[in-house]
């Protein structure tokens, strides 16, 4: 047994990342995993929910075509919250992963399986998907380097959806320069998803951000020892030559409740395929009427946070409520956009930490209200809702927990924060925990 394959399977029994592995590595490629929900020939595809169980798709995700072509084998389908519902990885039904620094609290999710892969195996590529944070969030508790790349960079085709508008394939690793490599693989347009975007070749290298903003909005309700970490880092980044500057970005306190309005409206209209007919679990009950069928198996299948978000995305759509909830949320997206434009007319990257915490434990996760949980994300919602590319980096370890900084960009700018990113590796050195196999 190799080393790599030791350390997939220790991932996969001991921080349960991994939801299925391959049987072996195969010689001369490199490794690579992806979130479970995505489409991938020969493995399954449950994206998290029991409603998916013994679905095993004939085909592969683009981007997963896309690195096989390029000499990489899939060695595994990685743990996750139900359809990315969460900020945890506590809602998923396939097992809960547990965080490589302390197997007592959460990996962040809802991508959590793919942030401890990638923090346990060297040299290893984790595929993660993010909505609202998802790749920032679980790279900021593992220590590892998470890009969410601009919307429509990355073909979504094989992905199962979560809110289509705010999708985004990306990519997790222990270095930026794995990250920056495989990304250049997986990105450019695709034509079977009519979403991903014509787009600027990624020719070359990046431009060094020179000018941070640091929106003062988001400095607020930080846990003490994120916020002194951070304010350090940015002495660090200084160091680096890189100027930074306070901003006000008032817009962004309308980022978390329009985010979750138009992710729930999205995500209950693309759940209502999931009835027992076409893919995953059924029940062999045909002498129903077809509504008590559907019932059965929703009722069953579904986890109870899917199950509000179907409520609440529903409502947030009906007649009567649509304009007060949903058509708002989408002003506030462009209000957003257009205030981050503004933000980069003068500066080339917005910091700030990534998540308000360290990685909690998961009794004081289950002590969590569901507004609580949502309320853990307000720092990686605002560039998911714009579409803009962010990555998260380690910036300091509290206790021997790390500590994430998320640095976002102008759409289609990944090239610059990956500059950034390798340059950051050269000022902090990034820790990872001991294995023993
Ligand atoms: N935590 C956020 C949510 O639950 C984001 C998750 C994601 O990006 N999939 O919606």
Known sequence: MSDTYGLI??????????????????????????????????????????????????????????????????VGKTTMDEFGFGTFSTNSAHGVPLNPFDRERSCGGSSGGAGAAACLIPGHIAL????????????????????????????????????????????????ASLVARH????????????????????AGKGRMPSSLAVPREALQNLDPSVRSSFQEALGKLKGMGM??????????????????ILATSEASTNLARYCGMRFGRREEKFDQHFNDFFTGVRSEGFGDEAKRRILLGT???????????????????????????KVFRDHDAVVTPTMPFVSPRFEEIGRMKPLEMYGADVLT??????????????????????????????????????????????????RFPEVSL
């Open 183 to 202: 990304f250049r693989t997986m990105a450019g347009p695709d034509p079977k998803d009519p979403t991903s975007c014509a787009q600027p070749a990624l």
């Open 243 to 260: 100027e930074v500057h306070e901003v006000s970005m008032g817009s962004l306190r309308f980022a978390l409740p329009a985010y979750y």
């Open 381 to 430: 919602v605002p560039p998911n809702l714009t579409g803009m590319p962010h990555i998260s980096v380690p910036c300091a370890y509290v206790a021997g927990l790390p500590v994430g900084m998320q640095m976002v960009a102008d759409h289609w700018k990944e090239l610059d924060l990956l500059e950034a990113a390798s340059a950051w590796e050269n000022v902090f050195e990034y």
């Open 315 to 341: 409502f947030c759509r009906m007649v009567g409520f649509r304009s007060r909830y949903y058509l708002k949320s989408l002003a506030v997206r462009q209000l957003l956009i257009e205030e981050y434009r």
């Open 128 to 175: 993660g998907v993010s909505t609202g944070g998802s790749i920032s969030g679980p790279a900021s508790f593992c220590g590892v380097v998470g890009l969410t790349p601009t919307y429509g960079r990355v073909s979504r085709y094989g992905l199962i959806d979560y809110g289509n508008s705010l999708d985004k394939v990306g990519l997790l690793s222990r270095s």
């Open 9 to 74: 399977r220790y991932a996969q029994t001991k921080h349960l990342a991994f939801t299925e592995v391959a049987e072996g590595l195969e010689d001369g490629k490199f490794h690579f995993s992806a979130k479970d929900n995505l489409c991938a020939d020969g493995f399954q595809a449950r994206a998290g929910s029991a409603v998916l169980d013994g679905y095993s798709p004939p085909f592969d995700a683009t981007c997963i075509g896309r690195m096989k072509g390029s000499g990489g084998q899939l």
